[in-house]
């Protein structure tokens, strides 16, 4: 979503990023002229004019988890946003039972919050674990 | 849930995602929509909207309450043919 009004996003699908994502871009390019929507999401740039790097991960509830946002210079990593909803995914999945800690990706280790785990999470997971 | 539709404008629909919207706001479409910046919470739902867009040939209108049931990144940026 950015302020472009949808025409320009058309232009812009057609002519720049179809030749870098074979048929375009295959999700919804939205418009927020005048940055309504930025507003109600704290990341329109009232000096700018223009919304900030805003990412917000919205559950099947309706839920905002977790957001992130940027000044515009600096790009996102779009795997670390993949990443974190796998991780959100799969606390819903045993409905907090587990937790991710630091580092984590799909099929590392997770831990399971619970009375015997409290002052024992250094036997569990070690800090080389957060930089694999 | 995105159709194909007449060009409207971007605009809060004055409720949170998937939540009855205030009957003054339901009734008022045209009041005017208070512009201030809002704090966003995370554990919190996120104010619903609707809005224009392009997808893949047609124009359409999104509204963020259809993707219920789903995971959904939504994803501001400065503009269109800039560089990052």
């Not at chain 1, 507003?39 to 099947?60: C, H, Q, S």
């Not at chain 2, 339901?26 to 512009?35: H, Q, T």
Request: proline fraction near 8%.
């Amino acid at each position: 979503m950015s302020i472009d009004s949808m025409f320009v996003h058309k232009m812009w699908d057609d002519h720049e990023l179809a030749k870098m994502v074979d048929g375009g871009v295959p999700f919804p390019m939205l418009s927020d002229a005048g940055g309504k929507v930025g507003k109600l999401f704290g990341v329109y740039n009232e000096g700018a004019g223009v919304e900030n790097r805003g990412r917000f991960i919205i559950d099947p509830d309706g839920v905002i988890q977790g957001y992130e946002v940027l000044t515009p210079p600096v790009g996102r990593n779009v795997m670390e946003s993949l990443r974190q909803v796998q991780a959100f995914q799969l606390v819903r999945k045993t409905k907090g039972a587990e937790a991710t800690p630091s580092g984590w990706r799909p099929g590392k280790l997770t831990l399971k919050p619970g009375p015997e785990l409290v002052g024992n999470v250094w036997k569990a997971w070690k800090t080389d674990m957060a930089f694999e | 849930m995105a159709e194909e539709q007449p060009v409207g404008c971007a605009r809060p629909t004055g409720g949170p995602v998937g939540e009855a919207v205030p009957e003054t706001a339901a009734n008022e479409p045209s009041a005017p929509i208070k512009e201030e910046m809002q704090m966003i919470h995370v554990g919190e739902k996120a104010p619903d909207f609707v809005a224009p867009g392009y997808q893949q040939g047609k124009f359409i209108n999104v509204k963020l309450s259809d993707y219920l049931g789903k995971w959904v990144l939504l994803c501001f940026y400065p503009g269109d043919f800039t560089f990052v």
